[in-house]
């Protein structure tokens, strides 16, 4: 064996039993300290609240400030100072064992915080390097006490929850979530606009609630889940949607499913406009009378014809919400104008400018009328003839 072989192997072998002294460490240091899975923040009266989750890896009670009761696997704690460094500190004294916030799955803000002092958090977070900076970050109007006392005295963690239900409605198409370090990244731009989700309980239930939007440093309104099926198309990357479709003597659900989105930017004479490309893949889920249908292939072009028009509004109605109801802009064109025109861009108070672009939405449907199962063993193109 070479030197240089000798030396590999040995240098590999330290590696190793380096890294597993290493975990044994940390194993060992966590069971001795307390381990964090929500953050929660408030503002009332003038002071800034925290409340901390807990997981009791050791299920004893929390000197008497569990709110699952005794023995639960989940309890929390809260403090409140004048600042955040006060309420931190007066969270601090509280503790028997050092806090570890490492494993913090969710940051909780409500809407009264996010109002005045979202900005200044997000950057304590950003100067905590023991912080993980990809922390579900979400907004709610609800009680905080009242929210981790619905789910802590079933057994579950709060800030586990949120964030399974977040990660589902990104998987399935219907939302998107925020995480700290792309709220941070935001923050980074010259130009502020973000869309933060919000949650709430659906009687005993985590549910996303729609979007808090953020212009510069605070919150300053939200935008509810009803009304934000083009919002969706137009941030969502991978967007689904539901329609339902009257027609002639059908009334037909439709699923759309966003396949390809591009966006381009055009600069002439001082004037913004912003062709918004959408391609979505539609199927005939099922309708209100007995099958077959009999749909025609002019029926199948009519019925695309609609559902094209009907997405062109949600999306023209979710840009014009945007630039005249807010006036703050969350879609992140700025992003897509600066690409391409950067020098125009340091220029422009995009404030001003986002407000006064031009739309001009292009949606191309395929859609397919015999994706449905037939359990009567009827072809749906014999029934088409």
């Avoid at 975990?23 to 009266?45: E, F, P, Q, R, S």
């Avoid at 925290?50 to 009670?61: C, D, K, L, R, T």
């Avoid at 079933?154 to 239900?165: K, M, V, W």
Wanted: proline share 2%; charged share 25%.
């Amino acid at each position: 064996m070479s030197k240089y072989m000798k030396f590999l192997v040995i240098a590999l072998v330290t590696m190793v039993f380096t890294g597993i002294m290493a975990v044994g460490k940390d194993a060992n240091d966590i069971n001795h300290k307390l381990i964090a899975t929500t953050i929660a923040i408030d503002k009332k009266d003038g002071e800034i609240w925290f409340f901390v989750e807990f997981a009791n890896i050791h299920a004893q009670e929390s000197s008497g400030q569990s709110s699952g009761g005794k023995g639960s696997q989940y309890y929390v704690l809260s403090s409140h100072g004048g600042t955040l460094s006060q309420a931190r500190a007066n969270l601090d004294r509280q503790l028997d064992m050092p806090l570890y916030i490492g494993g913090v799955r969710t940051l909780l803000i409500t809407e009264k915080f996010a109002k005045e002092d979202l900005v200044e958090y997000l950057y304590r977070l950003r100067d905590d390097e023991s912080y993980r900076k990809k922390v579900f970050t979400v907004i709610t109007d609800e009680d905080l006490e009242t929210f981790y006392k619905t789910l802590n005295d079933r057994g579950e963690s709060l800030g586990y929850s949120i964030e399974h239900t977040m990660t589902t409605l990104d998987n399935s198409g219907a939302a998107f979530s925020r995480t700290t370090s792309r709220l941070l990244e935001n923050l980074s731009n010259p130009y502020t606009g973000i869309l933060i989700p919000c949650v709430g309980l659906q009687g005993d239930n985590t549910a996303f609630t729609g979007y808090c939007v953020v212009h510069d440093t605070k919150a300053v309104a939200n935008i509810p889940v009803e009304i934000c099926d083009g919002l969706s198309i137009m941030r969502v990357k991978s967007s689904r949607q539901f329609y339902r479709i009257p027609y002639k003597e059908y009334e037909l659900t439709v699923e759309a499913v966003l396949t390809k989105k591009r966006f381009k930017p055009e600069y002439s004479d001082g004037k913004i406009s912003m062709t918004a490309s959408f391609e979505f893949d539609s199927y005939l889920r099922y309708a209100n009378i007995k099958t077959p249908y009999g749909l025609t292939d002019e029926d199948e072009k009519e019925i695309k014809s609609i559902l094209e028009k009907r997405i062109e509004r949600q999306v023209t109605a979710a840009v014009f919400q945007a630039q005249t109801a807010y006036k703050t802009d969350y879609l992140q064109f700025d992003d897509i104008f600066k690409s391409k025109y950067p020098v125009e861009f340091a220029s422009l108070d995009w404030d001003k400018a986002f407000t006064t672009i031009t739309f001009k939405p292009e949606v191309k449907v395929h859609f397919t009328a015999d994706k449905s199962i037939d359990y009567m063993g009827l072809d749906y193109q014999v029934a088409k003839k």
